[in-house]
């Protein structure tokens, strides 16, 4: 398209509050927000400085479930893209892609050139991120079966995809995995062959000694542990038991039954120092978690990825309710036939994924009490079922009903079908590259004396989530494109750049 033009090689932005030297980025940043004391509105002005490290480390993750359906199509995904693999089917070649992914196959808006046309960069172009195709990759399963074989049960690839990288992928077999009947479906119990045995205690030192043989054995800087493994019930927290980190210690220590395997991954990956991010939906993060992680400073993300059905939701209600239209009733169904449909199809688990996906339009109805009274709420029903035929090909189905002006109604009706995997799996790769970017920012305020890391709790991938994690007293966002923007802008002031705002005033002023 004519006029809009493209940076395809790292940006340089000119500026005094910029430095680049040969490792660093060094920004500094006024960040505005105004302060609000009944209708007296105060501009605020606070003095940043942003520190990134520019060398990105040797990377691997370490995904829990891994012989799943996402960890195949991630793994399988990222080798084909490595290899440059091709492949045919009756529509002809395919070549491989990152089609899915904000690092890989977004751009932003950098500026505008001489002609005030916009022009754009992706982002690894903006910052230093890492190149997916340089990840180690390697993870725990309850089943054993290797990952070729597992890409094959998982009937995501293409037949011919499948056939190239089977022999890639034939001589990697996850490490055994904890498992615990009673945190995910009982209809699970047939695939569980490949498992850690011991007490609490035993199974952590192995999970931890896992992820220090990874890291030595293959010359790994820095590792992320990422939960891709079914869906869990609840845990229930209790005093004593895991509402700090130290009776949660004591806890694993006594091999309280409470103890979710989730958990044991996530402590086991704190005390290694690794960022851990939780895809699935349950509540891994219970308090003796959060303060475990704030105590070792390592940033920790979830939960449940946000793939189809909650991306739309998150968008359509925004649309709605900010074009002043009163959104009053939400109805979503699923059904899907793959092993994480077989998984929900338990209560227990479905509960987790059902208060995942309930919660997702509560910022953009709580912003607006012209059309909403203080309690109200739109009626918002998820309902999921498991029908074995359609596999990984997850139908979703959903209403949106509003009044609109003068007593009128308008509802909207979606269907859309889409292999669930394919969605996931370049979001759990952006999921990945932006915590690792993460862990080499660092921030103060000008008149602070030292940098510190970022706050351990990655609310800044929100985008990417369906139930985002935020430090305590932050207000969650759900709308996707704020959620979008906060990253973009985050990046933005990495680089010295101010926030994008949309105004494109020198087209206005005459
Ligand atoms: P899947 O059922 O194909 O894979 C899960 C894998 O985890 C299986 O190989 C299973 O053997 C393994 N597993 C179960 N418990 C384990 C444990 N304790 N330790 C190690 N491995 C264990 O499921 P899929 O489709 O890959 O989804 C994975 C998770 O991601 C699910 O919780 C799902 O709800 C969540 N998710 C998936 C989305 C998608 O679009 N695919 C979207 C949002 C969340």
């Not at 059902?354 to 709580?366: F, P, R, T």
Request: glycine letters at 6%; proline letters at 5%; aromatic letters at 8%.
């Amino acid at each position: 398209m004519s006029g809009i033009g493209f940076v395809g090689e790292p940006i340089i932005v000119d500026s005094g509050n910029v430095e680049y030297s040969k490792d660093e980025i060094i920004s500094r940043y006024e960040y505005r927000e105004a302060r609000v004391v009944g209708n007296r509105v105060t501009p605020l002005n606070e003095n940043l400085i942003f520190k990134t490290q520019r060398h990105v480390p040797k990377t691997g993750v370490l995904l829990v479930g891994w012989g799943g359906n996402n960890g195949t199509t991630l793994t399988a995904g990222i080798l084909a893209n490595k290899l440059k693999t091709t492949w045919m089917t009756k529509e002809g070649e395919h070549h491989s892609n990152f089609l899915g992914s904000i690092c890989r196959s977004v751009t932003m808006r950098v500026g505008i050139d001489h002609n005030l046309q916009p022009v754009y960069a992706p982002l690894f172009n903006v910052i230093p991120i890492l190149d997916p195709v340089d990840l180690e990759i390697w993870g725990w399963d309850i089943s054993s079966m290797n990952i070729a074989d597992a890409m094959n049960r998982a009937k995501v690839l293409d037949y011919d995809l499948q056939r190239k990288l089977y022999p890639e992928l034939k001589d990697m077999v996850p490490w055994p995995s904890v498992y615990s009947e009673d945190f995910i479906a009982a209809n699970q119990c047939d695939r569980a062959d490949n498992i850690i045995r011991g007490n609490k205690q035993e199974q952590l030192d192995t999970l931890r000694q896992n992820i220090r043989d990874f890291k030595q054995q293959r010359g790994i800087e820095k590792v992320i542990v990422l939960w891709t493994a079914n869906t869990e019930r609840y845990a229930e927290i209790r005093a004593g038991l895991n509402d700090t980190a130290d009776n949660l210690l004591g806890s694993i220590e006594a091999n309280e039954a409470e103890i979710a395997p989730s958990t044991l991954f996530a402590v086991a990956s704190i005390l290694e120092g690794c960022t851990y991010i939780n895809g699935s939906p349950q509540n891994t993060f219970i308090p003796g978690v959060i303060e475990l992680a704030e105590r070792h400073q390592i940033l920790i993300a979830g939960d449940d990825f946000k793939t189809g059905q909650t991306k739309i939701k998150t968008v359509l209600s925004d649309f709605l309710i900010n074009s002043g239209l009163k959104l009053c009733s939400i109805v979503s169904y699923n059904h899907l036939g793959n092993n994480d449909g077989k998984n929900l199809s338990a209560p227990k688990t479905f509960r987790s994924k059902e208060i995942s996906k309930s919660g997702v339009i509560d910022d953009v109805i709580c912003a607006n009490r012209l059309i909403y009274g203080e309690n109200e709420h739109p009626d918002h029903c998820v309902v999921i079922k498991y029908v074995p035929y359609v596999g990984d090909s997850k139908r979703a189905m959903d209403e949106y009903t509003s009044e609109i002006f003068m007593g009128g109604r308008n509802t909207i009706v979606l269907h859309n079908t889409c292999e669930d995997s394919l969605l996931a799996a370049p979001i759990i790769m952006d999921l990945i590259l932006l915590a690792e970017l993460c862990t080499r920012i660092q921030i103060k305020r000008v008149e602070d004396e030292e940098f510190s890391r970022m706050h351990p709790i990655l609310s800044i991938l929100s985008f990417l989530l369906k139930s985002p994690q935020v430090p305590e007293g932050s207000p969650v966002v759900h709308s996707l494109f704020n959620q979008r923007y906060s990253i973009t802008n985050f990046i933005r002031a990495l680089v010295g750049l101010p926030p994008e705002t949309f105004m494109l005033l020198e087209h206005k002023i005459p």
